[in-house]
């Protein structure tokens, strides 16, 4: 350790490069997931029979309807592909089979890693503020009254075949295979996008005509009878196919990638009224909502490939031959079992291998990031968004110290800063309050995915940078807290000297026009608007500024960096 650092670097702890199981969050069993339906909680189970119920109903009326004439009349006119649409003439060339399958690939993998995030704060809202009693969906209980509940404490546990690593809390790896899978399925997206408009395979998405909706309405008659209609795959589409497939393609999956990115603290708080109007709780519904059509059109999709003709359609989508040979059997069965390895294999790896998961996820993620370096935090609220409720997160200090500095409503905390700087100081409580005062209206995004909105006061970060004037060689500003970090060592972040220039970066005392309170990081904690909570150290007991990070804890830029492979970067 260097002569240099500040005395409670010697309090950090080192960290397992994998998951070690005995000293994790231990497991927490959700519930069958819910939706709210005015006040009361409805199980979504009940959907299944009601679904079942309406299709049995529905085969009934489909079947009743196409004994009537005029709806014979109807379907022979319109018989499912509009007389105008024009035939694609190569069939599915070799570019779009490899595409399609990488697309499914990419998915189950986005989708897996997406739920494991949500069970990390297993309720959606469309408010802003996660009130809580305000969700419209959850698969946890409601928030227990008369103790503290911290958004850890509400995280739950998945399945390992199911969620990615499948273990509680474990949102760290998770946003790395969320973020590095889909940064390949857009870049399979972008090629998909270009070479189908640089061929004629966009004619089979793509409608042409308005024809294309009654034909839609006759087709969806057609199969809810089920007298399926023609097949035309090879060449055309039918209607309801198309206009599906143009929905899924050219709306559900750029809306997907949209919300995603309206989760951002660097993006949502740059982006004005566009970010307040699709807040992060609306972004995270609407993503949530975008997943469900994804599941149930891969659903319907292979149950319909499978009842319509498995071998043919297999032999189309796999082995690009219209004929009523095996290949493309023989192809799909070891393309299915190369999934079906990778996703077996893919939380075990995780768990052993974390580190090298954090690692590989930070240079993947890095597009994402540095998309936002350049942008400063800029948007504030008014007071009448300030929330009702702000989720608690963190462990609190434990030691006579800080039961000392309560008790005396911290007239005896010092707040040291340190390190690479010309004027190394101690700032006792009373003399940071008659510091230049700055208030700041703002959202907090934590990493969980529950947001709040509260009004800060406290001293801009960037008059301190003035007063001890870091050196050239200061990079990183150091924060060190008073508390412990979860499995012991105590909790540090570190945050670029930029980050600490923002305009809206703090250090606030207060929170709501009161004092800040000890459960949200009293006496100091740090409020930085382009990052995620976990970033915003509280109880801050010192401040360092050092040129690098690499011999602190276990060098990865903060403890939850260390301990839950959580990404140093944190704007998105």
Known sequence: MSRRHDPLAMKLSSADDRVRLSKWLPPQAGVVPKIRIGHRWVNVLWALPLIFLFLVMGVAVAQALREVPGVQDFIERYPGIPSSA???????????????????????????????ILADHPRLYWKRDCTP?????????AVPTGRIWTAKDDSVTLPAWFGIPGIRHSIGLARWWHFSITLLWMINGVVFYVVLFASGQWLRLVPTTWEVIPSAASTALQYLSLTFPVEHSWTRYNSLQQIIYFI??????????????????????????????LNRQRARSIHFIALWWFLIFIFIHVTLVFITGARANLNMMFAGLND?????????????????LTWCLASPL??????????????????????TQWWDPSSQLKEKDISPHFWLNGTLPQSAEFDSLVKN?????????????????ELSYAELKTMPKQEQITTHFCIQGWSGVAKWGGIPMRHILDLVKPTVDARYAVFYSLADGGEGGRYYDVHS????????????????????????????RLRCENELGFKMVKWIAAIEFVHDFADLGAGQGGYNEDHEFYGYRAPI
Do not use: C
């Open 409 to 425: 409503n911290f007239a005896d905390y010092r707040l040291r800063i340190d390190g690479l700087v010309a004027k190394a100081t």
């Open 497 to 524: 000297l930029s980050n600490m220039r923002h305009e809206l970066t703090i250090l606030a005392y207060e929170m709501n026009g009161a004092p800040l309170s000890v459960l949200h990081g009293a006496p100091l």
């Open 350 to 371: 995780t768990i052993r291998h974390a580190r090298v998961v954090q690692r590989i996820g930070a240079f993947m993620a890095r597009p994402f990031n540095s998309m």
């Open 133 to 141: 009693g305000t969700e419209w969906f959850r698969f946890q209980t």
């Open 324 to 340: 009523g040979s095996w290949r493309g059997i023989v192809i799909f069965v070891p393309a299915m079992a190369l999934l079906a």
């Open 248 to 277: 899924t393609v050219f709306i559900a999956a750029p809306t997907s990638i949209l919300t995603g990115l309206m989760q951002s603290p660097a993006i949502s708080n740059r982006l004005g009224w566009f970010g307040r109007a």
């Open 86 to 116: 024009v035939a694609v003439t190569d069939g599915f060339p070799a570019w779009l089979r490899l595409l399609h399958f990488l697309n499914l690939f990419f998915l189950a993998f986005i989708v897996r890693a997406g739920v494991q």
